[in-house]
């Protein structure tokens, strides 16, 4: 089925081994959000045409246009619930919508006084709950069943990223506010610090199977910090520079900076990807400190990436992220959905050095 509603489309056939797959009928403006199901290879996929698109992953990469539902403005962050049968979106129209693949029934679900930049389900020992993260300078948690939040937590600044992985939620803010939340007690900051980086933060991540919490923090001057949450381990604190290229070919000079658009973390080996602007994308481990896979180029920025539930596909989006303001958008410029079948070698942890 295709989303248009267009008789039998022709799916993606299968590419070669190590192709990465293009998905057909990608959105028709640039994709801000990624995110799979954790109950099956479907991955939903939030765009600036105000709409949220639904694709079904084949074991070969062949893809299919499931569904599709919008908003009342760009659509800014989506995610999955526990059970990954329903997607939540937030948007630039100051709301959160559920849909329900089941029904193909979509309802708001949460609001507020400014755009929603993200979304992120929390499942907690009572049940899942919504957190909404707003240029309001609110963070707002919601149980599904009531109309008004469960708690707003004020926010020291425009919430622009979060991440949660159970109990740890953590929220980057405009000028540099990193906050903290133990979600034992989700209204009150566990601790809040100023990002370890010197310039506008983009994103954090929460780690996944890793001994001590933490979070990798990306910002808008090529720079990735992998930061620990607990000070009896901070010093495994640190930071490195990716995303950069040399002025010219034999400057070495790594003098053109770019921003770091997503940090995704391997939902088995705990190793990450970054993706920038400059269109690249890493593989890396942050125990041994080591780069494990970088990929070719792509034509334009990448502005999201996700990992599906057992991290065999890296889902990757090519697309404008206004990195070069307005005069950037020209015609033409890629705006693509592409699937990398991933390698052991490339997502396994080295041994420590």
């Not at 919508?97 to 020992?125: E, L």
């Not at 334009?300 to 990436?305: E, K, M, N, S, V």
């Amino acid at each position: 089925m295709s989303f248009f509603g267009s008789a039998a489309t022709p799916t993606t056939t299968a590419a070669p081994a190590d192709k990465d797959i293009e998905v057909p009928e990608p959105p028709s403006d640039s994709i801000s959000s990624l995110a799979f199901s954790s109950a099956a290879d479907y991955l939903a996929v939030g765009s600036w045409d105000n709409n949220v698109r639904l694709y079904e992953v084949g074991a070969g990469g062949q893809t299919q246009g499931k569904a599709m539902y919008g908003h009342q403005g760009p659509v800014l962050s989506v995610c999955w619930n526990k059970d990954g049968n329903k997607v939540i979106s937030g948007g630039a129209d100051n709301a959160a919508r559920v849909f329900d693949i089941t029904n193909g029934q979509s309802t708001q679900v949460a609001q507020h006084d400014a755009p929603i930049k993200v979304v992120k389900w929390i499942d907690t020992p009572q049940g899942g709950i919504l957190a909404t993260g707003s240029w309001d300078k609110t963070l707002k948690y919601w149980d599904l069943r009531s109309a008004s939040p469960v708690a707003t937590v004020q926010l020291p600044e425009r919430c622009y990223t979060m991440d949660v992985q159970y109990p740890l939620l953590v929220v980057g803010t405009a000028e540099r506010h990193i906050q903290i939340y133990n979600l034992t007690n989700p209204s009150t900051p566990y601790k809040t610090i100023i990002s370890p980086l010197k310039w506008q933060t983009r994103v954090v991540t929460c780690f996944t199977n890793s001994t001590s919490s933490g979070f990798a923090v990306g910002s808008i001057e090529g720079r990735v910090a992998i930061q620990y949450v607990e000070d009896k381990d901070s010093t495994n604190n640190f930071s490195f520079k990716c995303h950069r290229r040399d002025q010219t070919p034999n400057a070495k000079d790594q003098s053109l900076v770019y921003a770091v658009n997503d940090i995704t973390f391997h939902p088995v080996h705990g190793t990450f990807s970054t993706c920038g602007s400059d269109g690249t994308i890493h593989f890396w481990d942050k125990d041994a400190r080591t780069r494990l896979k970088t990929f070719e180029a792509a034509p334009g920025p990448i502005c999201a990436t996700t990992f599906n539930r057992n991290g065999t596909i890296f889902a990757y989006a090519v697309s404008y992220d206004w990195s070069k303001g307005h005069s950037g958008m020209t015609p033409g410029h890629p705006n693509k959905l592409m699937l990398h079948a991933c390698k052991e070698e490339e997502v396994k942890r080295r041994p420590k050095k």
